[in-house]
């Protein structure tokens, strides 16, 4: 069994969460979502639910990171609509309140804060604008990026722009899976590129405040041909070109790859080229959010990207996704080897849903453990192959709203009752907090 013991001093060991899987929307004065607005639609989410109450951390944050004593990080975010209702302009001093007395709660109890600024809750009067589709939504971002420095940036460990830009376009806009549910090429190749014109805007408001140890955190999943036909081959480059490429190519090379371009470059706002100086500017650090694979072939019945996935006959999560931990290994060293040299690399997600049971409150997940220990073999083979990886965040610390799974699929290293509330933490929380915990 791997313990801290087996990772360099400095490695940090953290869980991770997002405001409006956990929060609860409905409290303390945040404005609405557009994950409010998609989720009324019947189909949308599983069950017609919402992140309204969520787990109400809003109320219990004091609790849930008691639960965190002993580890070395706390990766959260902010909500943008929770800090301004509208979008822009008007503060709710209570939502900047909650993150300033979080943000103390979590030093107090000797975590790290790891700060994301967007994970999905796009201010519904901002999706009244075009959202994601209409440029300004940079310099939206940006002000918001200093409204919540200005209070809490003083304390925090690190900032992260964003949360997977791929899921905020192409899983939301061109697949319609995720607010706002456009399935819509123009809206995702715009926003493909307006959230790297939104990171690059929030970088340089926070280079000019000075605010240190900058990144942002991206999401991959390892891509393999079903077979070496040449139309697969192709199919699984496509797909690695939209999925895994467009981002990293972009900030490290301020480069689109051509497979992505093929389909893409048509829909691309008028001069986008002139724009990638700015995103390519350096980084602190890299997020990397990494859960499964995908096999890949060629798809002639739909139009581009034309490539469908089909399951592998590896064990899979309550997701359906395929546990394959050494996916993360070859990822870690790809990124090394092909984009961002030495530059540190947290792994800020990473772990799985399962149909865990609570009974006289015991809840025994031990494929849970099982999982976090096959992918942190993989971290510590590629720190030994010279990867500079930093630190590994589970996701996630609760049970929360997982999106348009509604609150079916249960990820957390704590089990929450969403009827009442309780929190019973399993068993691979224990695990988790005796092997990486610091009275390990
Ligand atoms: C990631 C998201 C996170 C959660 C996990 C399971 O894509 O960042 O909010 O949904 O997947």
Same mark, same amino acid.
């Given at each position: 069994?791997?313990?801290?013991?087996?990772?360099?001093?400095?490695?940090?060991?953290?869980?991770?969460?997002?405001?409006?899987?956990?929060?609860?929307?409905?409290?303390?004065?945040?404005?609405?979502?557009? !994950?409010?607005?998609?989720?009324?639609?019947?189909?949308?989410?599983?069950?017609?639910?919402?992140?309204?109450?969520?787990?109400? %951390?809003?109320?219990?944050?004091? =609790?849930?990171?008691?639960?965190?004593?002993?580890?070395?990080?706390?990766?959260?975010?902010?909500?943008? $609509?929770?800090?301004?209702?509208?979008?822009?302009?008007?503060?709710?001093?209570?939502?900047?309140?909650?993150?300033?007395?979080?943000?103390?709660?979590?030093?107090?109890?000797?975590?790290? +804060?790891?700060?994301?600024?967007?994970?999905?809750?796009?201010?519904?009067?901002?999706?009244?604008?075009?959202?994601?589709?209409?440029?300004?939504?940079?310099?939206?971002?940006? =002000?918001?990026?200093?409204?919540?420095?200005?209070?809490?940036?003083?304390?925090?460990?690190?900032?992260?722009?964003?949360?997977?830009?791929?899921?905020?376009?192409?899983?939301? %806009?061109?697949?319609?899976?995720?607010?706002?549910?456009?399935?819509?090429?123009?809206?995702? $190749?715009?926003?493909?590129?307006?959230?790297?014109?939104?990171?690059?805007?929030?970088?340089?408001?926070?280079?000019?405040?000075?605010?240190?140890?900058?990144?942002?955190?991206?999401?991959?999943? %390892?891509?393999? &041909?079903?077979?070496?036909?040449?139309?697969?081959?192709?199919?699984?480059?496509?797909?690695?070109?939209?999925?895994?490429? !467009?981002?990293?190519?972009?900030? &490290?090379?301020?480069?689109?790859?051509?497979?992505?371009?093929?389909?893409?470059?048509?829909?691309?706002?008028?001069? !986008?080229?002139?724009?990638?100086?700015?995103?390519?500017?350096?980084?602190?650090?890299?997020?990397?959010?990494?859960?499964?694979?995908?096999?890949?072939?060629?798809?002639?019945?739909?139009?581009?990207?034309?490539?469908?996935?089909?399951?592998?006959?590896?064990?899979?999560?309550?997701?359906? !996704?395929?546990?394959? +931990?050494?996916?993360?290994?070859?990822?870690?060293?790809?990124?090394?080897?092909?984009?961002?040299? =030495?530059?540190?690399?947290?792994?800020?997600?990473?772990?799985?849903?399962?149909?865990?049971?609570?009974?006289?409150?015991?809840?025994?997940?031990?494929?849970?453990?099982?999982?976090?220990?096959?992918?942190?073999?993989?971290?510590?083979?590629?720190? *030994?192959?010279?990867?500079?990886?930093? *630190?590994?965040?589970?996701?996630?610390?609760?049970?929360?709203?997982?999106?348009?799974?509604?609150?079916?699929?249960?990820? *957390?290293?704590?089990?929450? =009752?969403?009827?009442?509330?309780?929190?019973?933490?399993?068993?691979?929380?224990?695990?988790?907090?005796? $092997?990486?915990?610091?009275?390990?």
């Amino acid at each position: 069994m791997l313990t801290s013991d087996d990772f360099p001093p400095n490695f940090i060991f953290g869980a991770a969460t997002s405001s409006y899987q956990i929060e609860g929307q409905s409290f303390g004065g945040a404005g609405d979502t557009h !994950w409010d607005q998609f989720a009324l639609k019947t189909g949308n989410v599983v069950n017609n639910e919402n992140g309204a109450i969520a787990c109400d %951390h809003y109320h219990r944050f004091e =609790d849930d990171l008691d639960l965190l004593k002993g580890l070395d990080a706390y990766r959260f975010s902010t909500n943008w $609509a929770r800090v301004l209702p509208e979008g822009r302009a008007a503060v709710n001093q209570e939502g900047l309140d909650f993150y300033d007395k979080l943000v103390d709660a979590i030093l107090e109890r000797g975590l790290k +804060p790891y700060l994301t600024l967007y994970h999905w809750e796009l201010p519904a009067a901002l999706a009244d604008k075009g959202g994601w589709t209409n440029p300004e939504i940079a310099n939206w971002f940006g =002000d918001y990026t200093d409204v919540v420095l200005d209070r809490i940036g003083d304390r925090v460990e690190s900032v992260a722009t964003l949360n997977e830009p791929w899921c905020v376009a192409w899983l939301s %806009h061109f697949l319609g899976q995720h607010a706002p549910g456009l399935r819509d090429i123009r809206a995702a $190749a715009r926003t493909m590129h307006h959230v790297l014109l939104a990171h690059a805007e929030a970088m340089d408001r926070m280079r000019s405040r000075g605010q240190k140890n900058l990144g942002i955190v991206l999401n991959f999943e %390892h891509a393999q &041909s079903l077979d070496a036909a040449p139309e697969n081959l192709a199919a699984s480059a496509t797909f690695d070109a939209i999925f895994n490429r !467009w981002f990293i190519e972009a900030l &490290s090379r301020g480069e689109y790859p051509k497979e992505a371009l093929n389909g893409l470059a048509p829909h691309l706002p008028d001069g !986008w080229e002139k724009d990638m100086e700015r995103i390519q500017q350096p980084i602190d650090w890299l997020g990397v959010n990494y859960y499964t694979r995908q096999i890949l072939s060629h798809d002639s019945d739909g139009g581009w990207p034309n490539y469908k996935s089909t399951p592998g006959d590896l064990s899979k999560t309550s997701m359906g !996704w395929e546990v394959y +931990p050494k996916g993360l290994g070859k990822l870690l060293y790809r990124l090394k080897n092909d984009y961002i040299g =030495d530059l540190p690399i947290y792994v800020t997600e990473n772990g799985m849903a399962r149909n865990d049971v609570c009974e006289s409150s015991v809840v025994s997940d031990p494929e849970r453990w099982n999982f976090i220990q096959q992918h942190l073999i993989e971290v510590r083979s590629a720190i *030994g192959k010279g990867v500079n990886i930093q *630190g590994y965040f589970y996701w996630s610390l609760l049970d929360n709203f997982e999106w348009a799974f509604g609150y079916e699929k249960r990820f *957390g290293l704590i089990h929450v =009752d969403f009827a009442t509330q309780k929190r019973t933490p399993k068993q691979s929380y224990y695990d988790f907090v005796t $092997a990486f915990g610091k009275k390990h």
